[in-house]
């Protein structure tokens, strides 16, 4: 398969199942854990061992395949698949790669007479390899916006981890290396799943980066000590008007971008862009547990896991996954079809129309 | 003593010690720490288990009075005194209450001849009640700015946990319910140290109030579904020209509000601004240890407690503990002498001499 440029394997084929890196345990534990079959799969998106738009689309695709290989008999494979895409559609509601990879792997169905197993698994595998593909001209694309000295902030991981295996804003960073120029990141810890502090920081320490950890709200304060040449996060799922949805908490950054005349760009491969919804107020916004937010899962100094509870019983909590940021504050979406600027309704639809991939 | 109208009471006087709420096990356990000498206190102040600018303001007056009852030699007695004041000072570089209380115990002590424990007791005891009294002040003014059905967000603890016991932000939220108006509080959970989850949401709670816990992330979501009538926060010092010191965050949070109209209030006594220091950029912030953020203090679901690590070793961290608010970010400042508004110049100079207490 094609190289990841990156030292993190987040999402592994054998053949027979699906191996993935169990994101839960980062970055104190690295196990994966083994699926083979689409029940399975659907269970590690839904729990998060595997996160990250992008990713939990590629794999959707091979819990299709997975699905795909029960029996021989072509009437009971087609009902297999379409239970299994269903169970797989459900598990998040915010990421629209999920639907993409889906129904991709459906119309491949169709399309196929005859035994299929093996189509399904050359299509999931493809859908690996394409979304490696996109994340590099994403980040070559994203690297030119970016001086030979930066420093920007991200939030949550839109890393390797997050995809296939090189990354839409680390993609970014990784290709701005590539290129020869010096880029420093600070990484916003991403409260309350602590993405920032347990992927991005760690994936980033693993390739050499210079990379600073800080908590979500001290990113005004490195704002107004202009600390930041550009933003750069991932996306979820974007509007065919540009509106992003994406991790809780980049609507802020995008306000704070604003204020203090920073560059504020998405990077994402045009998968996740859903032509369907027209603005941010259609994208449904997941909003998960409470206890998210006050228990936190780590690790004493004996390497001991503990769940640890930091706010009163009882207390109220809201916990919404996502947010919006509006097209209007968004400086750039880097693509794997380009960068794309306001008017996004023209520019969005101009680039599904070069690719040839407006389904 | 004066009646606190809040079931908390962090700072107890004994006649002879000072007994301190542990803030840090809140809110699992409430446990009282006994300080018998300014030492304690200091360590009390810095190690946290106090917080918040009024309250180590009126907890370094009594660690003063302690250091004061060592002897009844009047020179040892000013040596002590003079030893306990450098001390205590420098605990905690930002909060200017602190600076306030240990000169007016210096000036007493210098006004007094004769035996000095006593008036040394006076004065920190007549320095609690104050507070509190400015703060029943600070809450009256400010409930007179909200309307009928409100809800505020607010940042970090300015409650009766940050004072001597009724609170500045939340010294407004308990005025404004005894004025009979409904009020509705999300708290910014306020990481790295969690003061919004363990003290805010606990001290709300204890006291029947309405209040939702968010991670700090969330606001800007929550500001663009326009939750929020106001937001309200306390401070740490103010400048001369209105800009102002508070836990780190607040200046995001002003940044949310002034793009979506919502106004934002400083509740601070007089006691918080600084004459001397003519704005935001003189103003020291502390920056605290990296573990704070990389690890977590917490209890599992059988009470043990745990510091559980929720980053990778070895990264690099910042932590500033405080930012600062520009004052044209500010609606009002909320003292106990009255509602100020822009030119702060003006207003906070003319709050002084009204109160005659231009110290």
Tied chains: 1, 2.
Excluded at 108 to 116: E, I, K
Excluded at 334 to 350: F, H, K, M, W
Aim: hydrophobic fraction near 45%; include cysteine.
């Amino acid at each position: 398969m094609t190289s990841h440029s990156s030292t993190v394997e987040p999402i592994v084929w054998t053949g027979h199942s699906l191996r993935l890196l169990d994101q839960r345990l980062l970055p104190h534990e690295v196990v994966y854990v083994e699926c083979k079959t689409a029940e399975a799969v659907a269970d590690a998106i839904r729990t998060m061992i595997v996160r990250g738009a992008p990713a939990i689309g590629v794999c959707a695709a091979f819990g299709i395949a997975l699905a795909a290989g029960d029996t021989h008999d072509r009437d009971s494979t087609d009902r297999n698949v379409h239970e299994a895409a269903s169970l797989l559609g459900g598990t998040r509601p915010t990421a629209i790669n999920l639907a993409w990879a889906i129904d991709r792997m459906l119309r491949v169905a169709a399309a196929t007479t005859g035994p299929l197993h093996a189509t399904m698994v050359r299509e999931a595998e493809s859908m690996f390899r394409e979304d490696i593909a996109a994340n590099r001209r994403i980040g070559r694309f994203g690297a030119e916006l970016l001086g030979d000295d930066t420093t920007i902030l991200t939030h949550c991981n839109a890393g390797a981890l997050a995809t296939a295996g090189y990354g839409t804003a680390l993609g970014v960073v990784r290709a701005t290396r590539e290129a020869g120029k010096r880029i420093a990141i600070f990484a916003g810890e991403t409260r309350p799943y602590l993405q920032g502090a347990r992927l991005t920081a760690w994936e980033l320490q693993q390739d050499g980066f210079d990379v600073t950890l800080i908590t979500d709200n001290m990113s005004g304060h490195f704002f107004a000590r202009e600390t930041f040449d550009a933003v750069i996060v991932g996306a979820d799922r974007i509007a065919a008007n540009g509106d992003t949805a994406n991790k809780i908490g980049t609507y802020t950054l995008a306000v704070l971008a604003h204020a203090h005349d920073v560059p504020f760009y998405i990077a994402a491969p045009l998968s996740t862009i859903d032509l369907q919804c027209p603005n941010g107020a259609a994208i449904p916004i997941e909003e998960r547990s409470g206890s998210e937010v006050t228990e936190t899962l780590g690790w004493d100094r004996d390497g001991q896991q503990h769940r640890v509870r930091v706010a009163p019983d009882g207390i109220a909590v809201r916990h919404p996954a996502f947010d919006v940021t509006p097209a209007r504050l968004i400086t750039a979406i880097i693509t794997d079809a380009g960068v794309l600027r306001a008017p996004y309704a023209t520019s969005i639809a101009e680039a599904f129309s070069r690719s040839g991939s407006a389904d």
